[in-house]
């Protein structure tokens, strides 16, 4: 099989304040990439979500180093979402694989995830199965997980690993915000893709500091009731108020409809709760319709943010590779 038959991958690492790990971590992916003859690495792609120390400098040096490997550098923390989908956009394989930038995931993993790909997986998530992180990041994130997978009868073990691998149609289907990425599985699998998991080698941290705790294990638990309202309800969002709306306008007919009948035969209303409750209910019910309609109206219209307007500078790359068809040189700058 030549070069150019093999299926091309294209990896996307979010970083912010990894100085010290950049130029290893390139290294590493890069030397794995050229040790295998079972995929074609195309890109390397490190964005910089609003890093305070050396991160873009060492990623700029990674650059010059090889044509492969480009940076993108956000005007500020965006989240790490933001950073994914900006990196999904600017890859030029078809096979987007995501890992994190501290060195805890391992690059020897890379042709596994890409042959679970080949195998028929749309999104492959890896098993941080055992774990070298304090037990005040490992058990939320275990809570978090039996969570998730309850929630959305999807049995992965860890949505919370970095380490994935997708299908470039997955992210034309999702799109990410906030801090959705860990959840992109759960998204995927309400489009239709199909979702695998492989166990995967965690290393110990050996540079710089988790980002997790107890606030975002919070926000994670906001961010799932978010997703899964949206994965139900967000091609028919009149189906989430107007059932509501219906029931509770119905409830407020009967009621208004019973003291009518009382009011008819002699029996004094006015000044009856039931009377209030009756009202009461009616336009609730009311409001919740015009919510729902409201909410059809909204997602019919375009929403999709402006990308290209959040990245700072590029480096790593020439003009004529801005788009996918322009695959990158494979050799190293002399």
Not at 221 to 241: C, E, I, N, S, W
Request: net charge neutral.
């Amino acid at each position: 099989m030549t070069s150019s038959s093999l299926p091309s991958v294209s990896i996307v690492v979010p970083v912010m304040n990894e100085e010290q790990t950049i130029t290893r971590l390139a290294e590493e992916v890069v030397a794995v990439a050229d040790a295998q003859d079972g995929f074609r690495l195309v890109d390397l792609h490190f964005i910089d979500d609003g890093s305070n120390d050396a991160t873009w400098e060492r990623i700029c040096e990674a650059a010059g180093a090889d044509l492969r490997v480009r940076g993108i550098r956000l005007r500020r923390n965006f989240g790490k979402a933001t950073a994914l989908q900006i990196g999904a956009e600017a890859a030029a394989g078809d096979i987007i694989v995501t890992m994190d930038g501290d060195l805890q995931d391992d690059p020897r993993e890379l042709p596994r995830f890409v042959a679970a790909v080949l195998a028929g997986d749309d999104v492959v998530s890896g098993w941080k199965r055992t774990r070298h992180d304090p037990l005040g990041k490992t058990l939320p994130s275990k809570v978090f997980n039996a969570i998730t997978a309850w929630a959305s009868s999807i049995p992965l073990h860890d949505f919370n690993c970095g380490y994935k691998a997708y299908r470039r149609e997955v992210f034309e289907a999702v799109h990410l915000y906030g801090e959705l990425h860990r959840f992109v599985p759960v998204l995927a699998h309400a489009c239709g893709f199909r979702i695998g998991e492989i166990e995967v080698t965690h290393h110990p941290r050996r540079f710089g500091h988790s980002k997790y705790g107890a606030r975002r294990f919070l926000r994670g638990l906001l961010d799932l009731f978010t997703v899964m309202t949206v994965t139900r309800y967000a091609r028919k969002p009149g189906h989430l108020f107007g059932a509501g709306g219906l029931v509770l306008g119905a409830l407020g007919t009967l009621v208004l409809a019973w003291l009518s009948v009382q009011w008819l035969l002699g029996h004094a209303i006015g000044e009856r709760p039931l009377l209030q409750l009756g009202v009461l209910l009616v336009l609730v019910g009311m409001q919740l319709l015009m919510f729902g309609l409201l909410a059809e109206l909204m997602i019919s219209r375009d929403r999709d943010s402006p990308s290209a307007a959040l990245v700072r500078e590029r480096c790593g790359e020439r003009l004529s590779s801005t788009t996918r068809n322009d695959a990158p040189e494979r050799a190293l700058r002399q």
